[in-house]
């Protein structure tokens, strides 16, 4: 079976803040890239990941495009993690790569002459008088988590901001943003902007009236284009959710329209059903479908994130309606319900006592975890849910049911108890479980037909890490 599911790269990748951009046939994605167990956001160098556009099951391999000593300012920097890049294709044809490095304040620019390729230090984004923008420590806002944007006319575009409530080490303890998002015109060097400068999208300082209250632009900025009207794609106040604001220009007025998905369906369901954290995406057009790429958390803390994607879908007066979180993500369907699947595949985790919003890492408690043994490294994924204790619950979403007779667990460790298997409103099998070192266990199915979620909670003595499932 050629399937995809989510996470759509290998269990071993942690690429978080994931930017989509179609270029000659395929999609490229781009960015951050978290250590497995790492000390801090986005350590490891920038790769490249491609599909072609008309099999997102297949996904490549591009190889490093960027690393912290390829920028010359790398040993002034405080903190030389990379933070959210962004691709466009420049007004020469060459492609434009606009990064973040630790807490410099500032956007670099790298140029290739092609989308995957090992990109050339270009220098950094300037006002026209040639001063860096962000440089000014007594008029500038903290530049954060650049986007760009080619318009249909060819025009390109440069979104940044971060807003929280007060300063912070991520804003080298400058003035927060209290404006939102900006905004600004290039110049045909891509360095340098044009001005006035614009505000995009409120921040919680500012949007008392304005309909974004609630869902308030935090980071991440990313613009699309689709039917002529503009898409300006953000991170809110809450982090679990990237939210949108539609304009009717690239630098006008914007007006806030929703949640494009929400790592814990926030929004769709009573209570989140997934366990917490900040997330970064945008959506992509690819073929006739539009994509909403976001990322998951794992490991117990917000250092080591997954790239997830979801089909999401337009209604007639142009906006989204919220996209549900899968297993099958880019699959194109649900997942066939007849083989194995790693467990990791989970797009519902929680414990009996609900979930977490992960920062740093927390002690785990009652709470299951995706995780891998081992450090971090390029092959060889082990990713499982560990400790799937008394009450935790794991849900897969969603199985093609054609006739699948038997179900069964593979677990590693010491259980005792009941691993119970519901499709959302009854129970389908009751799997009996009594290990001393782990196995696999199996239980009849009872009769279900048609597309239908899993979810398997297990209740018992132990807390054994979840490995797999498998249909017979």
């Known amino acids: 079976m050629n399937q995809v599911f989510n996470p759509y790269l290998p269990s071993w990748e942690y690429i978080p803040d994931g930017e989509p951009h179609v270029f000659d046939g395929r999609v490229y994605l781009y960015g951050s890239h978290d250590r497995f167990n790492g000390r801090a956001f986005c350590m490891n160098d920038y790769v490249s990941w491609s599909a072609p556009v008309d099999d997102l099951r297949d996904w490549r391999y591009e190889g490093v495009i960027w690393r912290p000593q390829d920028d010359p300012t790398h040993p002034k920097c405080l903190l030389r993690q990379m933070y959210a890049p962004d691709v466009v294709k420049g007004y020469d044809g060459r492609y434009y790569l606009y990064y973040f490095m630790g807490n410099h304040g500032t956007i670099g620019v790298a140029v290739c002459d092609t989308p995957a390729g090992h990109y050339t230090y270009l220098g950094r984004v300037r006002y026209p008088d040639g001063t860096v923008l962000g440089r000014n420590k007594e008029t500038d ?51 340098t902007v044009k001005l006035p400068l614009a505000r995009i999208a409120k921040s919680q300082h500012s949007s008392a009236g304005t309909g974004y209250e609630g869902h308030e632009f935090f980071e991440a900025s990313s613009m699309r284009k689709f039917n002529g009207k503009y898409y300006f794609i953000y991170s809110s106040v809450n982090g679990h959710e990237l939210c949108y604001a539609m304009g009717d220009s690239p630098l006008g007025e914007f007006r806030y329209c929703g949640t494009l998905v929400s790592i814990g369906d926030v929004g769709l369901s009573e209570k989140p059903l997934n366990y917490l954290g900040n997330t970064h995406g945008s959506v992509e057009k690819i073929g006739e479908k539009y994509y909403v790429f976001y990322h998951r958390q794992t490991n117990r803390h917000c250092h080591s994130r997954q790239a997830c994607a979801e089909e999401i879908f337009m209604n007639g007066d142009g906006t989204f309606r919220q996209a549900e979180i899968t297993s099958c993500g880019l699959n194109g369907g649900p997942l066939k319900a007849e083989g194995s699947y790693e467990a990791r595949i989970a797009c519902n985790l929680y414990s009996r006592e609900g979930v977490k919003f992960y920062t740093m890492k927390t002690p785990a408690g009652c709470h299951p975890y995706f995780t891998q043994t081992g450090k971090d490294r390029e092959s060889d994924g082990d990713q499982y849910i560990a400790n799937f204790c008394d009450g935790a619950t794991a849900g897969f979403k969603y199985f093609l049911f054609e006739g699948a007779k038997e179900i069964s667990v593979t677990l590693r460790g010491v259980a005792e108890g009941t691993m119970s298997v519901t499709d959302g409103s009854k129970e389908v099998a009751s799997i009996p479980i009594s290990a001393k070192t782990g196995g696999t266990f199996s239980a009849p199915l009872s009769e279900i037909e048609g597309v239908k979620p899993l979810y398997f909670t297990f209740r018992g003595k132990g807390k054994p890490d979840f490995l797999s499932i498998a249909f017979r």
Request: charged share 25%.
């Open 141 to 191: 806002l903290h530049q954060f988590d650049p986007g760009v944007f080619r318009d249909d006319d060819g025009k390109i575009y440069l979104y940044t901001g971060f807003a929280p409530k007060t300063p912070n080490v991520f804003t080298a303890f400058k003035p927060v943003n209290t404006h939102g998002a900006m905004g600004a015109e290039l110049e045909e060097d891509m360095l």
